[in-house]
Nanobody, 128 residues
Framework: QVQVVESGGGLVQAGGSLRLSCALSGRTFSNYAMGWFRQAPGQEREFVAAISWTGGDTYYAEPVKGRFTISRDNARNTVYLQMNSLKPEDTAAYYC?????????????????????WGQGTQVTVSS
């Protein structure tokens, strides 16, 4: 059974940092590209960041470039999202996702239909 489990969300003040973690089980982690999306109340789900299955390519949404960093540890079957300089507009439920498909470029990674498995989400709240 495939499981995608996020952790690390919480409440933080503006300017602070959080690190989200996501573990994939039931599949060979190193074969999967991994991504993070987020959804704020009343808004559509949006792409945040992604990392290729090799770890050699990373992609970011414009609002988080320079503040967020995605990385992966294949030995731990885990992908991370380090979030610095957090802003109140970063408040959302953050979802981890895994893709067995092969694609290229930020537009491919931004497309949620290209992902196979999704986690339940972890809440991030940034207070002003």
């Amino acid at each position: 059974q495939v499981q995608v489990v996020e952790s690390g969300g919480g409440l933080v003040q503006a300017g602070g940092s959080l690190r989200l973690s996501c573990a994939l089980s039931g599949r060979t982690f190193s074969n999967y590209a991994m991504g993070w999306f987020r959804q704020a109340p009343g808004q559509e789900r949006e792409f945040v960041a992604a990392i290729s299955w090799t770890g050699g390519d990373t992609y970011y949404a414009e609002p988080v470039k320079g503040r967020f960093t995605i990385s992966r540890d294949n030995a731990r079957n885990t992908v991370y999202l380090q979030m610095n300089s957090l802003k109140p507009e970063d408040t959302a439920a953050y979802y981890c996702t895994a893709s067995f498909k092969r694609g290229f470029g930020v537009r491919w990674y931004q497309t949620d239909d290209n992902y196979n498995y999704w986690g339940q989400g972890t809440q991030v709240t940034v207070s002003s």
